[in-house]
């Protein structure tokens, strides 16, 4: 069964199960601008009158997204549009189509969703549509939850008929049109059964082969495609099932929801499906309209990120847009940038290289960031062959060498460096690889707005992670001991958890992960779901994505902490919202409260006393007059009994 998710806060001890399981899914990675959603739902329609298709894109985790294509009729090009579904219900709406039910001359839109179908009247133009939900437009049908509509003249009357998959059933049923072009009115109740594919109906209406009548494809919950051919005519139907018109296709891909739309201009229909894991696949008709030939076009939903050579990515939320964007260094020395142009739960990569077209140094950069000088604005710290720091002071306007901030820092060769507060004083802390194998570790005993560094020899001590060392941390099994993982010049990952002050590897964790050669590391939650998956760059320029799959249950623990503990909050720097996780070790009174740097009350997240447990409370980037702060450093600031925990928040407009 297939659901959406709904965050409910209590307090809970997540316990993780058989180790920690990852499941690699690369095609995260993809450069052509259309996101990698669940339950991927592909629509098309010409929603801003310039005669060619646009893509409306449904999914499982929000409302769909709407994608113009900037292209031809004959080569399309599909770029992230205007927020055209603004005013439709999330819980409307997991798949929808475009079609004009009142004869207005521009499309209105048709969601299925938890709370059935529902019809959203264009309220505004063929060039300029404008959404506007017409409330139980359709409840005189039983359709359930989850519905998938489509459209087309099935009785040659000239308006349109309803056929809809349904959803835990299976069955496609069809509701006739008893109305007109401009006022429909559907059959009601149950409809015809047509047909019954398993589970999770997903219909697609169309004249596949161009001989007047209509043809039905449906995918499911299952592999492959279903196919009914009319081999009636367009009033009297008569479906033959032909198993070979789509065969071959979906034989890879789950829960495949197709929709047939020429967009080569060639007069003859293409196909393009969504899938469970989120990936679009397109297939071009190359054949005739009598006969089909299916091939597949991976440049314009697919393809691979490729930096040259020596990927090395590092995840943070350069744009202040609330979702995670790409740093990478490159073999040639130069600084890859790539835009999340998604969203935090299927993320898009969009490159722009040139905002740092005036950092390049020896070769094979390696890249980190974080705010320096508590400015406001994302500092980039690079390394490279020769083992040396490069510190490039964001400005606003540019990237400025600044050779003072890590002046004599640095390791053997092959630095790797990494930014992040390791001893929880609010400041950020330098980690460094390095091609020994050894790990350096510089703690800041300045201040978040002036870094001054010191190099502590006992944190790292006696750690040897191979060679060509790059590493990332995280809270990865969520069991409240800080993870790292560092990748080697020879295919391997290592992972090591902070336990009572010392780093203990735990190979287990990474059984079986296969990476490429000079593995580069770096946690991030890009699927939205809570926990860190991870992403490898390699020696070829690629990356892998493997999603963190670990088993949780519900339990008492077995274990609690010794005291109150405050962990850091993801993402940080943040817009428009954080999460912060603590635990508890017994009951207690607690305070969480927001902090500026003089020390005036901000917000208050949570007060009062709380059983033992773990617990998480959002913040906003809201004070307590309801005004949204301005970009800057925050403490978060936890008190139970007489133990006081801070960590810092960064808030970016």
Known sequence: MRTKSFILMFPLLIVSLHGQGWLQNDNIFNPSGIPSLPFSQPRFA???????????????????????????????KFTPGADLFANVRELDCEVGVCVDLDLDGDLDFVSGGFTGLQLYDNIGSANSAQFVRVDDYFSNLNVGENPVPHFADMDADEDLDLVVGLSESGVVRYYENFGSASAASFQSGDGQAWFDVGLYAYPWFSDLDADGDIDLLVGRDGYNFLFYRNDGNAVNWSWNQLDNQFAGLGTTTYWNSPC???????????????????????????????????????????????????????????????????????????????????????????????????????????????????????????????????????????????????????????????????????????????????????????????????????????????????????????????????????????????????????????TGLEVGQNATPALADLNGDGDLDLTVGNYDGTFNYFENQSVVKVEEPEYRPQRACLYPAFPNPFNPATTLHFELSEMSHISLKIYDLSGTLIQTLAQGMYQAGVYSANWNGHSLNGNQVSSSVYLAVLESGLRRQVTKLMFIK
Do not use: C
């Open 260 to 510: 047939l739309v020429d967009l080569t201009g060639d007069g003859k229909m293409d196909l393009v499906h969504g899938t469970a894991s989120g990936p679009l696949r397109y297939y071009r008709n190359s054949g005739t309209l009598a006969s089909a030939v299916w091939t597949e076009v991976t440049s314009l939903f697919g393809g691979v990120l490729d930096v040259g050579g020596a990927s090395n990515p590092f995840f943070i939320d350069f744009d202040s847009d609330g979702d995670l964007d790409m740093l990478s260094g490159s073999q040639l020395g130069d600084i890859k940038y790539f835009e999340n142009s998604g969203n935090k739960y299927g993320p898009a990569w969009t490159a722009y290289h040139s905002i740092f077209s005036s950092i390049d140094h020896s070769i094979y950069s390696s890249v980190t960031a974080g705010d320096l000088d508590a400015d406001g604005l994302i500092d980039l710290l690079v390394g490279d062959l020769s083992g040396n720091l490069f510190y490039h002071h964001n400005t606003g306007s540019g990237f400025p060498y600044d050779a003072s901030m890590f002046d004599g820092i640095g390791v053997s060769g092959w630095s790797s460096p990494y930014l992040m507060d390791m001893d929880d004083d609010l400041d950020l802390d330098l980690i460094i690889g390095g091609e020994d194998g050894g790990i350096s570790y510089y703690e800041n005993i300045g201040s978040v707005e002036s870094a001054s560094w010191n190099k502590n020899e006992t944190l790292f001590f006696g750690i040897d992670a191979g060679s060509d060392v790059s590493l990332t941390f995280g809270y990865v099994d969520q069991n409240g001991s800080l993870d790292m993982i560092t990748g080697d010049a020879f295919h391997s990952l290592h992972f090591f958890s902070l336990e009572n002050g010392l780093w203990v590897e735990h190979p287990e964790n990474i």
């Open 46 to 76: 010409d929603l801003d009158g310039d005669n060619d298709q646009d893509m409306i894109l449904g999914n499982i985790n929000g409302k769909p997204l709407y994608f113009e294509n900037t292209g031809t009729s004959s080569s399309p």
